[in-house]
């Protein structure tokens, strides 16, 4: 199966910092999305993109399918952007996914 | 819209029990699937169904785990002779095959402890 590495692993911010969260596939994917995992445990799909970029508010991706990797862009946190961001990704158009081992982050005031 | 619904949300059993778990997915969403999440790691696909089909299973469903849809609407998850290995998050999602985009789902999972 796939293998999917995402970095880094860690992250602290400032609330109002920028930062970008890196994944990538160790094969091609035709299914790849976004999911943040709030403090509660609850998983939030953020973007399917397989390929292209796409916005949501203050959030944006980018995946370059020919090179195997996908980008997070978060602008301004807020310490209701803490949690972990998962990307994920499959061969096949179903949602049988790879999970990567995700990105922690931590928004402090 | 009522997201998926999983129930319970909390499981303790011991050792050797026989354990279900059940989820109702989105109403319109025709692809349900199994998830398991232990701390500290991403989820890993146990399974899924495309209507009452079950297309496809891990490797890491043992002969333990069995899996139902079987109108096609809501799902059950029941682990037999459960073992302490078995303790970890049970996550359901779905999505609907045929979207332009077939975003993932999930519920709020059922943790499952196994003394």
């Known amino acids: 199966g796939i293998q999917v590495e995402q970095s880094p692993p860690d992250l602290i911010l400032q609330e109002g910092a920028n930062s970008t969260l890196r994944c990538n596939f160790s094969?091609?994917?035709?299914?790849l999305q976004w999911f943040h995992q709030n403090p509660w445990g609850q998983l939030i799909n953020l973007f399917y993109?397989?390929?292209g970029t796409k916005q949501n508010g203050r959030l944006s991706a980018t995946t370059v399918a020919t090179e195997r990797y996908s980008l997070l862009y978060i602008s301004s946190s807020q310490t209701t952007d803490s949690g972990v961001y998962f990307c994920a990704g499959s061969t096949g158009t179903a949602s049988k996914l790879t999970f990567g081992t995700g990105t922690r982050l931590q928004v402090t005031l | 819209d009522t997201g998926v619904s999983q129930n319970p949300r909390h499981k303790i059993t011991k050792r050797g029990q026989n354990v279900t778990f059940r989820c109702d997915p989105i109403?319109?969403?025709?692809?349900l699937y199994w998830y398991r999440q232990t701390l500290g790691q991403g989820p890993e696909f146990l399974t899924y169904?495309?209507?009452?089909?079950?297309?496809?299973k891990s490797r890491l469903l043992s002969d333990r785990f069995s899996a139902e849809r079987p109108k096609g609407s809501f799902s059950t998850l029941e682990i037999q002779r459960t073992e302490q290995g078995d303790s970890a998050m049970y996550l359901c999602?779905?999505?609907?095959?045929?979207?332009?985009?077939?975003?993932?789902?999930f519920g709020s999972g059922t943790q499952l402890s196994v003394l």
């Open positions: 094969d091609s994917v035709n299914n």
């Open positions: 169904f495309q209507n009452e089909a079950q297309l496809e």
């Open positions: 999602a779905s999505s609907r095959r045929g979207a332009i985009n077939e975003k993932l789902f």
């Open positions: 993109i397989p390929s």
């Open positions: 109403s319109e969403h025709n692809r």
